[in-house]
């Protein structure tokens, strides 16, 4: 299988041109040294009450007290928020709420998107990341991640887990697992991350991989058993739970990430200032609390370390679609 990697290698060469200017910016000319001087738009791709809405809001709210200009959240779940935002003016009123899921692992899925990451948008910079973690149903009975792999090696394709659909995070990290640990298990697809999660703790399905933000309050209840996290450090909220390289699964290791994108052709001068507004929300201590309430973990950087850094993602998901052979198409 082809991966079509070359629009991102165009995304991220035009990126770091058009931003490279950013950190020796002179005063910024015209209408852009005011901005904002209106409302600012943040499209967010996902229901309202989903994690990443949840926490978008918790830094919206201090980023409209730095500007003193409203910033609103505009809920617009699935492709039509990526198209809203990349036929918006390119002036920084309308920026865009991007997901590893739908930035990067996406393109490399499927070829028939109606959005390209590399022509309609530019980065502005991380704002979080939602660290990953393995659980399953107490029913199933096991406590470690080694006990998980044995069980799965000596019934190949008799465990199911849930996603909330082909080619999310779920999926692909559960594809993850299973090459790391040789192991062979049945995807169970939901319309969401919700019913996913929902179907797993009622039992429906045996264990998945979901943000931490998504099962805390279930882990703590003890209506789900926790076994590792996927990021390479514990998490803040579940200190308790090992990392998959500290459980014994080599070469696991990612991060569920959202970041601030930009209509492509939005003035360098703008991309800066909302970049700057953006970490200094993230470095506010009340809001990194809040977040961290949320079982989410402030990550804010300049738009050149996104860029890099969606460099980087990319290679990694991109070995493992050609490897397991995935398409959407």
Known sequence: MEIPM????????????????????APLPGHAAEFPEKPVRIVVPFPAGAAADAAMRVVARKMSELWRQPVVIDNRPGVHGFQLVSSAPADGYTLLLGAGSGMVTAPLLSSKLSYNPSRDFVPVGRVLINVPILTTHPSLNVSTVQELVALARKNPGALNYSSSGNGTPGHLSMEMFQAATGTRMLQIPYKGGAPAVNELVGGHVQLGINAVPSVVLQIKAGKLT????????????????????????????????????????????????????????????????????????????????????????????????????????
């Not at 060469?13 to 910016?25: E, I, K, P, R, T």
């Not at 930009?262 to 700057?276: I, Q, R």
């Not at 993230?282 to 890099?308: F, I, W």
């Open 226 to 329: 926790p076994l590792a996290v996927a990021s390479a450090t514990r998490s803040r909220a579940l200190p308790q739970v090992p990392t998959m390289a500290e459980a014994g699964v080599k070469d696991f290791e990612y991060d569920i990430w959202y970041a601030l994108f930009a209509p492509t052709g939005t003035p360098p001068a703008v991309v800066a200032k909302v970049n700057a507004a953006l970490v200094r929300s993230l470095q506010d201590r009340e809001v990194a609390k809040s977040l961290e309430a949320q079982g989410a973990e402030p990550a804010p950087t300049t738009p050149q370390e996104l860029a890099r850094f969606m460099q980087e993602d990319t290679a990694r998901w991109a070995k493992l679609v050609k490897e397991r052979n995935l398409k959407l198409d």
């Open 6 to 25: 070359t629009h991102f290698q165009r995304f991220l060469s035009m990126a770091f041109l058009a931003l490279g200017l950013v950190l020796g910016l």
